[in-house]
Structure formats: C-alpha cells, structure tokens
C-alpha cells in the first residue's frame, strides 16, 4: 500500500477519518503533554517534536504491516482532532483504539469516528469480533463504544497503571457481527440504557448523584453490619465502590442515587435499583438502600422511597422526548426475617409481602436467617396496600402492667402451666426453645398491621404473668379484632386475666378506633368464658367439633362478641397509656 496516498478515507459529512500528516505533530504534542490523557495513556516523558515524528513514522508503517493495522488520524473543521486505530488480535478479531485531543473532547466526535471505524472494520475488512479496552474508570473511553453497541465483558485486574496506584484492572468490551448487524437492523446501537441518576427533590432528603468528596464513616454501624454489609462501604473504601457503582450504571445493571439532606446536602444514605440488564426480569428492578445512624428515625428513607417510586414507574421518556423514568413495571425488595424497620418501611410505601425464605442469607458471624421479599407494581393501588405498622404502647392498671415482648421475657424454669392450660392453649404457649420464634411472629404480626400482644408483668417486680392479644385486626370488617389470652400457673385466680382484658378493650375502642372485639373458646373452657361475661361479651353461637385439643381429641367451640358501643364507657375504665 503507499502511503499516505491508499488510506482509504472515512467520513459522515464534516468528521473526516485520514492518513496521519506531518501537519499534525503540533497538535499530537498538545494531546500527548494533556493531563487527562497522560492518565490512562502510557506515554513518553518528555514528549516533544521528536517523540510526535516517531509516532507519525509509526503510524505509516501500520498500513503495510502483515497483517495491516489501519490508523486514521481524526480531522474536523480543517485541523486534527485525535487518532482511531484497529489492531488485529487473530482470525477476524480486531481491537479498536483512540484518543481525543483535549479541545475535541465532550462534543461526541469520538462516538461518530467509532462508528464509521466499526462499520468499515464489519464491512470491508470481514472481521466477526471487534473488541476494546481501557483502564478501569476511564467512563470517557467506554462512552463511544457503549453507544456503537459494544458489550461490557469484564474486568482484567492489575493489568493497567490507573490512578489509584502503580497497577489497576482493565475493563473490557467487544461487539460481534450479529450484534453489530442487528443493531443497524433496530436502528439502536446501543446495547443497554446508561444510567445516570435523576435529581429527585423532597422536603426532607434529596435523591441526588454521588461526588467525589462525599464523606461516609470510617465504618458501618452494628445495624448496618447486621443487615446491610455487603451495600455500604467503608470510608476508605469509597473511591473504589463509587467507581464501580458508575460503571455498573454504565453498562446498564443499575441506578444508585446518595439520599442527602435537602437543607445541608450532607450525605444520609443510600437508595438503588439493580439488575435493570437481566432480560429473564426485563422491567423489575430490585430496590436496595441503607442510613447512617444519625439518619434513621427521621423519615428519610420513607421520603426516599416516595421520591424513587413514581420515577421508577414513569416511562422512559416524557412527552417531549425528553429523559424520564426508568420505565419499570414492578420493584421487588428483600429483606433479613429480622430486619422489621425495613420492613415497615416498605409496608408503609405500599409493597405487599410475597415470599419467606428460610436460611436463606450467609454470615459470617451467626447463623444462616431467614428471609421476607416484597414486591409493588406499578398498576397497584398504593394508597390501598399501605400498611401502617402497630405500635404496642404500655397500658397500666392498678395491679399490672402490659408491654411489649422482649427477648429477656423468655420462660423461665417456674413459668409452668396447668392442666387446663395444657389441654385449652397448648399451641400458644411458648418454651425456651419457641420463644424466639414466637416473638419473630410478635413482631411480624405487628408490622403488617395484623396483631398486638401485649405481655402481662407485675409492676413490682416485673415477672411475666401471661400474654393478651388482639389479632385479626380488620379481617372482614376494618374495625373488627379478635381477643386471645393465656396465663402461667402461678398467675392464675387473681383475677389478672379480666383485668388485662379491660385495659386492652379500653385501647381497642378508644385509639384503635375499633368498633368490635370478637371472642372464641373451646366450649369447655368455662372459665374463659366466664371472663368474658364479665368484661361484657355476649354469646352469639356455638358450633361442633370445632377445636382439636392437645391431647389430639376434638372438642366443640363457643364465640362471643363486645361492640363499643355496648360499653358504659369506651374508654379509661381500667386502665391508663404510657
């Protein structure tokens, strides 16, 4: 081939692919003496007119190699603007480079000449492989090849000096002949959507991009390791994670938005939605976030989340062409079992559980736990599925006090139970090894706006008596609840149980607003029923064989009823709130 006279000429109008010209060697030393180019380009040091002549030279010889290697220079409005390169990597592979001189960057010359190399490179030169890399983090090299269609294929560590010390990974494309061509087909080059955060204002938090000088503590808090280890980093990992979270919004995986104070712009949080790339799902993305401690209690995340929600729902595009949502038709969360403060905070945002999982999620410093996943689509009514968790305030009278379980309230070896007990509510009651798993359901019940249990102690020395409930709370009717209840042994003939009840009725049709309180005995369990009647119940039926006692006989049901509007006084009869 001579040269410079065979280069075959490459253009879409004003951008110009051309043999290198001695002419060029000024503005090749304005590119090679380029701090940003230095950074991911090993380069000569110094580099002068000598070093550009070289290059020039060098670039000639590439067309007559065997095989050749095609190097254009980039020429736009009359003057050179960077260089593009194939270099052949065996069979019909070729690696495609470039560089941009300093004043081309930012106007989408390099995503043009990509394009006509690419296309020439499939059409001229038979290739079925065209790939590229680059140092990892250099997001300006991956932009051109990213919309030419190229796929992110990984990452090759320490293989490049990068700017986070001496060595670091290459990052690594490649676009075959089909994709290529089905590409030009749809009239879409690129492969995936590059996600870029949208700045999202609340009263509260503002959903915003990440900065380089964002601060994070030196570690994750105990909850935060507990729950959300492998989601926030350290402070000094930050640089690296920040980068890594571009690149996989750069090869559309993910979005990742920094949950910051909307008055002081200081870091809170953090609020994702990943695996927006995997087809199998095409249209769910899976929400993920964390607080730092000062944030929590606060409503930043429920804000958050409101914030996030429609966006992600919204389409792609607005009316006006113009970038939307993430045009998402379902979001799925997960959480640990235990992990209840997120999980009322998407009860309340509206997601519905949909799935548990046991021993389901690693860790390295307990056991295997459990899992709850939830889910919101975007035809949902949201309004109608949210839930707001139950609270278990203190109610006081003047011999008990009822509370919240706790995990110190555990049976001890005199918390035994009677004949009666073990034949009526066998089933209810704990032992030492139940009991966490009996205050997990406490809990859950709980946040999904369920139940209420309330344990039953001496205020003088705060032994557990027994346990009072309200469960059902809204099934069939939104003010409707039924009321359980059990005793130790030791706390039976005090009258403890009918005065725990009124208390709990006092609640129950005073500030949960409850119009019905509901009631089922076995029909031999007299003196449930006689505290029933005493508290005011009636009886409204009886049915047969209805209950199937711990002995395994099966034995006949009573119900009973008490509306609020029964009562003398709805509420403050026997008992007082914290």
């Known amino acids: 081939m001579r040269f410079p006279d065979d280069v075959p000429v490459l253009t879409d109008g004003d951008l110009t692919l051309r043999a290198y010209s001695p002419a060029d060697a000024p503005r090749i030393i304005e590119f090679a003496?380029?701090?940003?180019?230095?950074?991911?380009?090993?380069?000569?040091?110094?580099?002068?007119?000598?070093?550009?002549?070289?290059?020039?030279?060098?670039?000639?010889?590439?067309?007559?190699?065997?095989?050749?290697?095609?190097?254009?220079?980039?020429?736009?409005?009359?003057?050179?603007?960077?260089?593009?390169?194939?270099h052949p990597r065996g069979g019909r592979t070729w690696e495609v480079g470039y560089s941009l001189h300093p004043d081309a960057r930012g106007h989408g010359v390099m995503t043009r000449t990509v394009r006509l190399v690419v296309d020439y490179c499939f059409e001229r030169m038979d290739a079925q492989v065209v790939t590229w890399r680059c140092g990892a983090g250099n997001f300006a090299s991956w932009?051109?090849?990213?919309?030419?269609?190229?796929?992110?294929?990984?990452?090759?560590?320490?293989?490049?000096?990068?700017?986070?010390?001496?060595?670091?990974?290459?990052?690594?494309?490649?676009?075959?002949?089909?994709?290529?061509e089905d590409s030009r087909l749809r009239d879409v080059r690129a492969a995936r959507p590059w996600w870029e955060p949208k700045l999202l204002r609340g009263d509260k938090v503002v959903l915003r991009p990440y900065r380089d000088g964002d601060e994070l503590p030196e570690h994750p808090d105990a909850v935060?390791?507990?729950?959300?280890?492998?989601?926030?980093?350290?402070?000094?990992?930050?640089?690296?994670?920040?980068?890594?979270?571009?690149?996989?919004?750069?090869?559309?995986?993910?979005?990742?938005?920094?949950?910051?104070?909307?008055?002081?712009d200081q870091l809170l949080g953090h609020v994702q939605l990943t695996r927006?790339?995997?087809?199998?799902?095409?249209?769910?993305?899976?929400?993920?976030?964390?607080?730092?401690?000062?944030?929590?209690?606060?409503?930043?995340?429920?804000?958050?989340?409101?914030?996030?929600?429609?966006?992600?729902f919204a389409p792609l595009t607005d009316r006006a062409g113009l970038r939307g949502g993430i045009g998402l038709h379902r979001l799925y969360a997960g959480t640990d079992e235990d992990n209840h403060a997120s999980q009322r905070v998407l009860r309340r945002a509206g997601f519905t559980e949909c799935a548990t999982e046991r021993s389901t999620l690693a860790h390295d410093d307990r056991p295997h736990s459990g899992a709850t996943s939830f889910e919101l689509l975007a035809s949902d009514d949201r309004e109608a599925k949210r839930v707001q968790p139950l609270s278990v305030p203190t109610l006081r009278t003047e011999r008990l006090v009822l509370r919240e379980w706790t995990p110190a309230d555990a049976p001890g070896p005199n918390d035994v139970t009677d004949d009666d007990a073990r034949r009526f509510m066998a089933n209810e009651l704990p032992t030492t090894q139940t009991f966490a798993a009996a205050l997990r359901r406490r809990r859950l019940f709980a946040d999904r706006g369920d139940q209420i249990s309330w344990c039953i102690t001496d205020p003088e020395t705060g032994r557990v008596l027994g346990n009072i409930n309200l469960f059902g709370i809204g099934e069939g009717t939104a003010t409707n609840a039924e009321v359980g209840y059990w005793l130790w042994a030791h706390a039976r003939g005090r009258g403890v149980t009918g005065e725990a009840l009124e208390a709990v009725l006092d609640h129950a049709f005073g500030e949960l607003g409850l119009t019905r309180v509901q009631a089922g005995t076995d029909l031999a369990n007299v003196a449930s029923q006689k505290i029933l009647l005493r508290a005011g119940f009636r009886q409204w039926g009886a049915d047969r064989q209805a209950y199937t006692a711990a002995d395994g006989s099966i034995t006949d049901g009573a119900y009973f009823e008490l509306l609020g509007a029964d009562r003398d006084q709805p509420a403050g009869r026997a008992g007082q709130r914290d």
């Open 33 to 86: 003496n380029d701090a940003r180019s230095r950074q991911w380009i090993p380069l000569p040091e110094p580099y002068g007119a000598e070093q550009a002549q070289q290059y020039l030279d060098l670039s000639a010889s590439h067309w007559n190699a065997d095989p050749v290697h095609p190097t254009w220079a980039i020429e736009l409005d009359g003057r050179f603007a960077g260089g593009i390169n194939l």
């Open 143 to 180: 932009r051109p090849v990213w919309a030419a269609g190229f796929t992110f294929d990984g990452v090759w560590r320490g293989m490049h000096r990068g700017s986070f010390g001496e060595s670091d990974g290459l990052w690594l494309g490649s676009l075959s002949r089909g994709e290529w």
């Open 224 to 264: 935060a390791q507990q729950f959300s280890a492998d989601l926030q980093p350290r402070a000094d990992e930050f640089p690296r994670w920040l980068r890594d979270h571009r690149r996989r919004m750069a090869i559309g995986d993910g979005v990742f938005w920094c949950i910051a104070d909307a008055t002081t």
């Open 276 to 312: 927006l790339d995997v087809d199998f799902i095409r249209g769910t993305g899976w929400l993920g976030y964390w607080l730092l401690p000062e944030a929590r209690g606060r409503g930043a995340l429920a804000e958050a989340l409101e914030l996030l929600i429609p966006h992600a």
